[in-house]
């Protein structure tokens, strides 16, 4: 049972992340389609990680007043019209409108899956189950990613977008055969003192803060590489340049830096993840194609790994109301993806790809300062003994 749960969870998790990040590979056509320019085109992908950062406060604490498995499947099956509304939206501000009620939906999978998997699989797994979650995310981005970018260059972004919906729904009708119920760990309701609790607990902020700065610089470099990629001296059309997002392959890294942090600690993969992104990120410098993707490639890599440690992170310091330190998390996580859509856009409007880059950095040392100052964690207190 747990592992048909596993599967139609991944798969819930999966369809979810794909309408995500949806636009993210054709902003150019939306720029173009809209007459817009790159920051503005990039506020397809600001809008809605805005809104998922602002209604996780409502499905964290709702998934732990209602259980976790009923949010999941709600979740998953109010996504699904919003997703059609964005590829018939006739203009740029409808567009817009649908991208952000697509992310009042998304945090019932994606702030509701962290304790979900903390307490429904890891029990059975150990950390390796949320490196498969993790994986599923970068399956699901890819999928919404290169997936959106084909069917855009044959049928057009309407097309692309659209067909995104069909995840979703046949996610809800999967996880409503085999999610697993859990029974309810606490019956907390949101309240003040609970935030206050979790605002006091420095281990938590500091991991939230570590993997918020490290979504930053990869959102930030994943959506404005296409610019540079279309530009000279590289010059590809769109649909060569959208196959950069098959790099996400290697962010299949997910149940390996389960299995490090088992060994070694979440804060230690996180660390080694931060610094891998560091160098990935100064290795896309040079005009040059081979550096360019084997910087990306490091990237991702370090990326998909630090969420990973870092969502183990928040389930090993966040004892209880963790549907509220998800929410706490994913709200700040969030609000970073959407600066990281929007600034190095303006950063590459005046200084192009080295603007990008810089702005990577600064936000990647940030979380390594972060991640650094947190206090450590006893080998008992990670494996929950």
């Known amino acids: 049972m747990a592992r048909g749960g596993m599967s139609g969870f991944l798969f819930g998790a999966a369809g979810m992340f794909a309408t995500m990040y949806s636009t993210q590979a054709i902003l150019p ?8 320019g790159p920051a503005t085109a990039g506020l397809t992908i600001s809008v809605l990680v805005v809104s998922v950062a ?30 059609i509304g964005v590829a018939l939206a006739p203009n740029f501000g409808l567009l817009l ?8 939906c ?9 304790p979900y998997v903390m307490e429904a699989f890891t029990p059975q797994m150990g950390s390796r189950a949320m490196g498969y979650y993790v994986s599923s995310l970068v399956a699901g981005g890819l999928l919404g990613r290169v997936g959106v970018a084909l069917i855009t260059a044959a049928f057009g972004w309407r097309v692309g977008v659209g067909s995104m919906a069909a995840l979703p729904l046949a996610a809800t009708l999967t996880m409503a055969r085999s999610l697993p119920n859990l029974p309810f760990a606490e019956s907390t309701r949101f309240s003040r003192r609970a935030l206050a609790e979790h605002l006091r607990n420095r281990p938590l902020l500091l991991t939230t803060l570590g993997g918020a700065g490290m979504f930053f610089a990869f959102v930030g470099v994943f959506s404005f590489v296409e610019f540079r990629l279309e530009a000279p001296p590289f010059s590809y059309p769109a649909s060569e ?4 997002f098959v790099l996400w392959l290697t ?4 149940p390996l830096a389960g299995r490090m942090a088992e060994r070694i600690g979440w804060r230690a993969v996180a660390l080694l993840a931060v610094s891998t992104g560091m160098v990935g990120v100064t290795l ?13 490639a490091l990237l991702t890599v370090a990326m998909f790994s630090g969420a990973t440690a870092a969502q ?8 209880h109301n963790r549907g509220l330190a998800s929410a706490l998390y994913f709200s700040t996580y969030y609000v970073a993806g959407a600066l990281g859509a929007y600034l190095p856009g303006i950063a590459w409007q005046a200084w192009q790809w080295p603007g990008v880059m810089a702005v990577a950095l600064v936000s990647l040392g940030i979380s390594l300062a972060a991640i650094a100052a947190g206090r450590p964690v006893s080998s008992a207190a990670r494996s929950g003994r």
């Open 29 to 36: 056509q939306l720029g173009k389609e809209f007459m817009v």
């Open 54 to 83: 602002a209604a996780a406060w409502f499905w964290g604490p709702l998934s732990d007043r209602i259980g976790r498995r009923r949010s999941l499947l709600w979740s998953s099956a109010l996504l699904i019209l919003p997703t």
């Open 97 to 104: 409108a649908f991208r952000v009620l697509q992310g009042l």
């Open 106 to 114: 998304m945090p019932g999978l994606l702030a509701v899956g962290v």
């Open 241 to 244: 340049s959208g196959l950069i």
């Open 251 to 254: 962010g299949v890294c997910g």
């Open 284 to 296: 896309s410098g040079p005009a040059a194609l081979p550096t360019l993707v084997a910087g990306l």
């Open 312 to 319: 183990l992170g928040v389930g090993d310091v966040a004892t």
